[in-house]
């Protein structure tokens, strides 16, 4: 679960006068769900357990989505960016686990069409277009459980992490961002942040993946669930003000910026599920919800 260096690669397409006739391409669909998923250890990968099953009940009871895209927690870059290339490389950004991990194949095409128009929805912000990435374990790590035949497209949203110190007005960026993608759920895109709303690297305990969770790990998880089903946007972006426990729990914003993303999306019609609770390695929170 290491960290992936900054990166500002990008080729622009140049796509802004077919916006229109990409926009007609994409036909309007029922709203499509919003998810946020703790994507936690790497073992997941090839592990059967109680999350891994939560990720294959979802992907038969949600509607098929004509793309996915995913905002990931190891794609952080100078900027916004979205993949646009027609066949994404999987990324193996990890290192030291069992051979078998590097060994498993996710072959989804990519979304360049839907990519480009996400890039041209936002206006805030300029959303760039990336040829260089491919997909990280935030994405086929969850992917291969939910979708095993790797037949719906896929692209990434990356973080913006030029500002990564924590102020309510950093995480309100991302939250002002994500907000302008609603279109997409219409057009239908899932959505998908991975990441982990706890998530302590400096306190893991390695030896256990089902060790006791602290406390401290706890006590803030059950806040931000709190906080989710009263609805309650504004604590969630200034979560510092949550306690004591906020600095521990979120050291970094990397893995908990994903989860802004998906409450940024959630409409007044929109109940809020969660699809699996738990802990990893005592200081990783699993929490996952569905929006919509």
């Not at 939560?54 to 900027?79: D, F, Q």
């Not at 409450?263 to 919509?292: C, K, N, W």
Request: net charge negative.
């Amino acid at each position: 679960m290491t960290k992936k260096p900054i990166t500002d690669s990008f080729s622009l397409s140049g796509w802004v006068m077919m916006q229109g006739e990409i926009y007609q391409e994409l036909p309007e669909t029922d709203k499509m769900p919003v998810l946020f998923i703790g994507h936690g250890s790497l073992l997941n990968i090839v592990l059967n357990n109680s999350y891994t099953e939560s990720l294959v009940r979802l992907g038969k009871e949600l509607p098929k989505p004509k793309a996915i895209m995913v905002v990931s927690a190891h794609w952080l870059t100078n900027g916004t960016y979205v993949t646009c290339n027609e066949n994404p490389r999987l990324i193996y950004d990890f290192y030291g686990f069992p051979r078998e991990l590097y060994q498993v194949k996710y072959p989804s095409s990519g979304s360049p069409e839907v990519a480009e128009f996400t890039s041209e929805l936002v206006r805030s912000v300029q959303v760039k277009c990336n040829n260089d990435w491919g997909l990280d374990h935030a994405s086929w790590a969850v992917l291969k459980h939910m979708y095993p035949q790797a037949d719906i497209p896929i692209f990434e949203m990356s973080l913006d992490y030029s500002f990564n110190e924590w102020n309510s007005k950093t995480v309100k960026y991302h939250y002002d961002l994500a907000s302008e993608l609603g279109k997409l759920r219409r057009k239908g895109v899932l959505i998908i942040g991975s990441g982990n709303i706890v998530h302590n690297l400096g306190m893991i305990d390695f030896s256990n993946i089902d060790a006791k969770p602290f406390d401290w790990a706890v006590e803030f998880d059950e806040k931000v669930k709190s906080n989710m089903l009263s609805g309650n946007h504004r604590n969630l972006i200034d979560y510092r003000n949550m306690g004591r426990t906020a600095p521990f729990a979120v050291p970094t914003l990397d893995h908990y910026l994903p989860m802004i993303y998906a409450i940024a999306l959630q409409e007044t019609d929109d109940p809020l599920e969660f699809v699996h609770e738990g802990f990893q390695y005592g200081s990783i929170s699993m929490r996952s919800f569905r929006i919509g």
